[in-house]
Each structure stands twice: as C-alpha cells, then as structure tokens.
C-alpha cells in the first residue's frame, strides 16, 4: 500500500513563503508523475502544479505561474512544493496525489494515490 504524508502547512504572512513536503511510502517513487492540488472551503478541488515522473514540469493553476513550484527529490522519496508571494485566496487545503504511470495530469481523478492533506493558511 503506497502512502503519502504531507507536512509544512502552517500559517504565513501575506507576500511570505511556505515549503510543502510529501513522503511517499515504497520503492518506486522515482516511477511517480506528481501532483499538488489544494481545496478552499466551499470550492471544488484544483491543481496547484504537476510534475513528470522525471521532475520536469507539466501543469499548473494559472495563480500558481511565477509562485508556485514542484520538484522531487527521489533519493528521499519526497516531493515540495514551494510556494512564494502567498497571498491570503490561497488558504486551503493542499494535498499531494501519486500517478502511477509516470504522466502527469491536470485531472484530479487520473491520480492513484492520495495524502490526507495538510492546511494552508496565509494572514492579509
């Protein structure tokens, strides 16, 4: 069973940084298309940003362009999201999903493994 473990949520400062972290569980991270997507209360699910099995980026919410980014570290299992220039529409709650085929997807539903979530709230 793959499991994923987020952490770094917390609480910022509008225009302040925070850095997300997911373990993933397993031998065969390096094999994983990554995704971040995060849900406000009240709002549907949305991709933050998505990266290739290889790390390489593939998709991201237009409010995440120029903020927002992924990157894997498979030596760790792990992969961050570092996210700049919060603002306070970006209190959520993030999650981090594992694609199994190695292709990254906007689409929440293609995802094969989900983390419980971690809370994101940034202050005006």
């Known amino acids: 069973q793959v499991q994923l473990v987020e952490s770094g949520g917390g609480l910022a400062q509008a225009g302040g940084s925070l850095r997300l972290s997911c373990v993933v569980s397993?031998?065969?991270?390096?094999?994983?298309?990554m995704g971040w997507f995060r849900q406000a209360a009240g709002k549907e699910r949305e991709l933050v940003v998505s990266i290739t099995a290889s790390g390489g980026s593939a998709y991201a919410g237009d409010f995440a362009k120029g903020r927002f980014t992924a990157f894997k570290d498979n030596a760790k299992n792990t992969v961050y999201l570092q996210m700049n220039s919060l603002r306070p529409e970006d209190t959520a709650v993030y999650y981090c999903?594992?694609?199994?085929?190695?292709?990254?997807?906007?689409?929440?539903?293609?995802?094969?493994?989900w983390g419980q979530g971690t809370q994101v709230t940034v202050s005006s």
């Open positions: 999903a594992a694609r199994g085929n190695g292709r990254a997807s906007p689409r929440d539903w293609e995802y094969d493994y």
């Open positions: 397993g031998r065969t991270f390096s094999r994983y298309a």
